[in-house]
C-alpha cells in the first residue's frame, strides 16, 4: 500500500541509485537503435548549481528521458570545464592563505625560500583541488535528477582531450587560421591577462566628459574641441577623425594638431567613424587604447601607441613626468595641466558604462599586446552557409539573426591567455623569436635543428588557450577525436544542443566553426535556446541584489519533482522565467494530487490488467477518459518536437489535475461504489491503465515520483519507467461523441460553480437549475448524468423547461441550452448587481491607472525593463478581472 504522502528526499536517492547501478544512464554504441546525443554545455570545475544550471539540466533531461522511452540509443555526455582564470583564482586564494604565492618565470618549487611556487608545483596544486573540491556540480547535477551517461565524464583537461586541443592548434597554425598579432585585447591589470568579452561586466558609473581643446598647428588661437571620458589615454592620441559632411571642419581637413602635453602632430581627416551629433562632432583617434579607434587608426594607416604597463600604469611612452603614474593619478595630473593651460573648454557630469573583470573587479584597460588569434572570419562561413541551408535550426528562430549578425561581422578571436591552469599553447621560440608550432617539445626541436642547422635551446610560450577553444572542440573531442572511434561516428553530430542566449557567441558559434572545419559537418542539427530565470519581480539574480534563489533549497522543500515541473512549465520559448517560490510550492501541490489520485485507485482495486483493452470500454465515461489521455498525448509529442516545454507540461497538467484528478475520478465513485459489477470492473482496469499512461508521459518531467508509483503499481515484470517504451498512441481510441458528451457535463458543472462563487451563494445552500430551450441532445445528456450533476454542483433539482426564466435568475449559455438558475430566494440581486458594478469601476480604474503610466513615453524610458513588465503584467490582470466580473453581471436577469 502506498504511503499516506509522498516523502520526496527519501525516494531521489533511492531511485536514483537504483536507475545509475541499472546502467540505465548508458548508451550502447553497438545498438542498432536510432541514435540520440546532446552535449551538456560542461559547468566550471569551480561552480555551484545555480538557478540556469537547473532549468538547463532540467529540458536537457526532459529530452533525454523522453527519447530514451521512444526507443533511441541515447547520449547525453556530461562533463566539466578547466575554467582557466576562475579555477587559478580559487587556488590562488588557497595557496594565500598558506603563505605562497605564484612565482612567475621563477624556478623556485614548493616549499622555496621564499614561499614561492613555480609552474609545476601550482599546476600539481590545481589538480589536488580538483580532486577533492572539484565534483561539487556533478553532484549537484545529480540531485536534480540529470539522467547523464556519467561513465563517459569528461574533463577538458584530460589528457585525450587535451590532445585534441594540441592538434586543431597545430593544424589551424600550419593552415595559416592561428597567427601572433599585435592587437588590443580586454586586459585585465589585476590578474595581467587578456579575458573574453563574456569575462566582461559592464558596470554604471560617475564619471565626467571633458572637451579639450587641441591647438592648430601654425594657426594661432585655432583650436579644434574633442571629448574624452578618459583623458589619460589622451597621451597615446595618434589622430583626430571628423565626418566627411561636417561642414564645420572642411577647412580643417589635411591639417595638424597638437596634442597638449605631448606635443605630437595629430593629422585630422574624415573618417564616417565620427558622429556629428556626437560631442564636438570631432574624435580624438587612441588606437592603442580603444576597439573602434584601433580599426579607423588601421583604416588610416596610424601608429597604435601603448602608454599603460601591465598595471595599467603610465610607461616609457609617456612624458617623463608621467611615467609609473597610476592610470587614475595620471588623469588627475593631466587634466590640472590641461586646466593650467586653458585647453579644457568645459567639463560635463555623465554616467558612464565601464567594462570591469567579472572576477577581478578592476577596470578592464583595452590594451595593446601581441597574442595569439584565430582567423575566425574564414572559419565562420561554412557556418553561416549551415544555417541559411538549415543543417541546424535555431529555436526560436529569432536566434537566427543574432547568429547572423556576429558571424557576419565577426572579428579574429584572440585565443592566448596570460595564466598558469590551461592548455598551454604548443609553441616554442627559437633565440631570435621564430616559433616553432608541434604537437611535442621534441617535435619542435626536431623543427628547430632543421631551421638553424644544429641544436638549438627553444623556450616554450608561457600563455594557455582560451577555454573557450578548448570547449569548442566539446561535440567531438569527447567522443576521442582525434581518433576514429565507434562513438564518433555513431553520436556525431548530436541532434541537439540546450543552452542560453548569453554563449551563442562564446560557445555555438565556435562550436559550429571548429566541427565544421575538423568533421566536415554541423555539430548539432538542432540549437534551443532557452531564456534566463529572474526572480519574481523579473530582476536579473545576484548577490548584490541579494535575489538569489538556489535551486537545492528549493529541491529541499519541495522536492526535485516539483522544482523541474516548474521550469519546464514556465519555459516559454522567447519569455524569460520569472521564479516564486509560490509557484514551486503549487507544483508540489501537483505531485501531491498525482500521489494522493494513485491512493484512490490502489484504495478502491484499480489494479493493472494486462487483459484490458480500452477499446472494449462500454461506459461513456470511460471511453471519454481514454479519448482524453491519448489528445493529451498528442499535445505532448508535438510540443516536445517543437521544444515547446511548456505547452507539454501544460497539457500533462491541464489532464492530470483536472480532467484524470477532478472529474474523472469524481465522475467514477459512484460507479466504483455501485452494485453494477460489470460497470465497476470495466472502470478499475480504464482508470488503472489511464494512471499506468499516464505515469508514462509525466517521467521525463518528474521522474522520481512516477518511477515511484510505477514501483507500487505496476504489474509484475513491469521495466522501471526510465527504461520503459513510450505509448503507443491509437487515435482510433478517441470516441469523438463520448468526449462531447462528458465535456458538456463538466462545462456545466463548472458553469454553475462559477456562478455561486461569483454570486456569493453559500457553500450550504443548494439551488435548482432549468435547462432553457434544451434540444433533443442536451435534453438526453441532462436525463443521463443528472445524478451526477446535482452531486457535483450541489443543485436541489435539474429539470428541462420550455417556459421563461424566472425573474432574479442568472443565465449561462451552454451548447444546445440556456442554463438557468433561479437565485432570487439565495441572493439578494440588487445587492449582487450593486456589488459587481463597484468592482467592474474599480477594476476600470486600475486599468485606466496602469495605461496612463505605460503610455507616459517618460516612464517607458527611465523605468527598468522588469517595472515595466510588472506593469503590462498588471494590466493583463486588470483586464482579465475586469472581463470576468462584466461576463458575471451579464449573466443578471
Known sequence: ???????????????????????????????????????????????????????????????????????????????????????????????????????????????????????????????????????????????????????????????????????????????????????????????????????????????????????????????????????????????????????????????????????????????????????????????????????????????????????????????????????????????????????????????????????????????????????????????????????????????????????????????????????????????????????????????????????????????????????????????????????????????????????????????MMMGMHFMGEVPFRDVYIHALVRDERGQKMSKSKGNIIDPLDLVDRYGCDALRFTLAAMAAQGRDIRLAESRVEGYRNFTTKLWNAARFCQMNACAFDPAFSPSQCKLTLNRWIVGAVIGAQAKVEEALSGYRFNDAAGALYQFTWHQFCDWYLEFAKPVLAGADADAKRETQATAAWILGRLLHLLHPFVPFITEELWSHLAPAPAAPLITAPWPKSDRGLVDTAAGAEMDWVVRLVGEVRAVRSEMNVPPGATIDLLLGGADDTARGRLDTHRDLILRLARLASADATDLPPPPGSVQIVLEGATVILPLGQVVDLARERERLEKLVEKATGEMGKVERKLANAEFIAKARPEIVEEQRQRLGEAGAERAKLAAALERLV
Request: hydrophobic letters at 40%; charged letters at 25%; a neutral charge.
Open 1 to 511: 500500500m502506498l504511503d499516506k504522502t509522498f516523502r520526496p528526499a527519501e525516494v531521489e536517492a533511492r531511485q536514483y541509485a537504483a536507475w545509475d547501478a541499472s546502467g540505465a544512464f548508458a548508451c550502447d554504441p553497438g545498438s542498432t537503435k536510432t541514435p540520440y546525443a546532446i552535449v551538456i554545455p560542461p559547468p566550471n570545475v569551480t561552480g555551484s548549481l545555480h538557478m540556469g544550471h537547473a532549468l538547463n539540466s532540467t529540458l536537457q533531461d526532459i529530452l533525454i528521458r523522453y527519447h530514451r522511452m521512444l526507443g533511441r540509443d541515447v547520449l547525453w555526455q556530461p562533463g566539466m570545464d578547466h575554467a582557466g582564470i576562475a579555477t587559478q583564482m580559487v587556488v590562488e586564494r588557497e595557496l594565500a592563505k598558506e603563505g605562497l604565492a605564484l612565482a612567475r618565470g621563477v624556478s623556485a618549487g614548493e616549499g622555496g625560500n621564499r614561499g614561492l611556487l613555480d609552474r609545476a608545483g601550482f599546476i600539481e596544486r590545481v589538480w589536488r583541488w580538483k580532486a577533492v573540491s572539484g565534483g561539487t556540480i556533478g553532484r549537484q547535477l545529480r540531485r536534480l535528477g540529470a539522467s547523464a551517461d556519467w561513465s563517459r565524464e569528461r574533463f577538458t583537461m584530460d589528457d585525450d582531450l587535451s590532445l585534441a586541443v594540441r592538434k586543431v592548434f597545430v593544424d589551424l597554425h600550419k593552415q595559416g587560421l592561428i597567427y601572433r598579432d599585435k592587437r588590443l585585447v580586454n586586459w585585465d591589470p589585476r590578474f595581467h591577462t587578456a579575458i573574453s568579452d563574456l569575462e566582461v561586466q559592464q558596470r554604471e558609473v560617475k564619471g565626467h566628459l571633458w572637451h579639450l581643446k587641441y591647438p592648430i598647428e601654425g594657426v594661432e588661437n585655432a583650436f579644434i574641441i574633442v571629448a574624452t571620458t578618459r583623458p589619460e589615454t589622451m597621451l597615446g592620441d595618434t589622430g583626430i577623425a571628423v565626418h566627411p559632411k561636417d561642414e564645420r571642419y572642411r577647412e580643417l581637413v589635411g591639417r595638424r594638431a597638437i596634442l597638449p602635453i605631448v606635443g605630437r602632430l595629430l593629422p585630422i581627416f574624415t573618417d564616417e567613424y565620427a558622429d556629428p551629433e556626437t560631442g564636438s562632432g570631432a574624435v580624438k583617434i587612441t588606437p592603442g587604447h580603444d576597439f573602434n579607434d584601433f580599426e579607423v587608426g588601421r583604416r588610416h594607416a596610424l601608429p597604435a601607441i601603448n602608454v599603460f604597463d601591465a598595471d595599467a600604469k603610465l610607461n616609457e611612452n609617456a612624458p617623463e613626468g608621467y611615467r609609473g603614474l597610476d592610470r587614475y593619478a595620471a588623469r588627475e595630473k593631466i587634466v590640472a595641466e590641461l586646466t593650467a593651460l586653458g585647453l579644457v573648454d568645459r567639463v560635463e557630469d555623465k554616467t558612464i558604462m565601464m567594462p570591469h573583470g567579472d572576477r577581478s573587479g578592476v577596470a578592464i584597460e583595452p590594451w595593446l599586446t601581441d597574442q595569439w588569434y584565430v582567423n575566425a572570419k574564414v572559419l565562420a562561413k561554412p557556418c553561416i552557409e549551415a544555417v541559411e541551408q538549415g543543417r541546424t535550426r535555431f529555436v526560436p528562430k529569432q536566434w537566427e539573426a543574432t547568429f547572423f549578425e556576429w558571424m557576419r561581422n565577426i572579428q579574429p578571436w584572440c585565443i592566448s591567455r596570460q595564466l598558469w591552469w590551461g592548455h598551454q599553447i604548443p609553441a616554442w621560440y627559437g633565440p631570435d623569436g621564430t616559433v616553432f608550432v608541434e604537437m611535442t617539445e621534441a617535435e619542435a626541436q626536431a623543427a628547430a635543428e632543421r631551421h638553424y642547422g644544429r641544436a638549438t635551446v627553444l623556450r616554450r610560450d608561457e600563455d594557455v588557450l582560451d577555454t573557450w577553444f578548448s570547449s569548442a572542440l566539446w561535440p567531438f573531442s569527447t567522443l576521442g577525436w582525434p581518433r576514429e572511434t565507434p562513438e564518433l561516428r555513431r553520436y556525431y553530430p548530436g541532434a541537439a544542443l540546450v543552452t542560453g542566449f548569453d554563449i551563442i557567441f562564446f560557445w555555438v558559434a565556435r562550436m
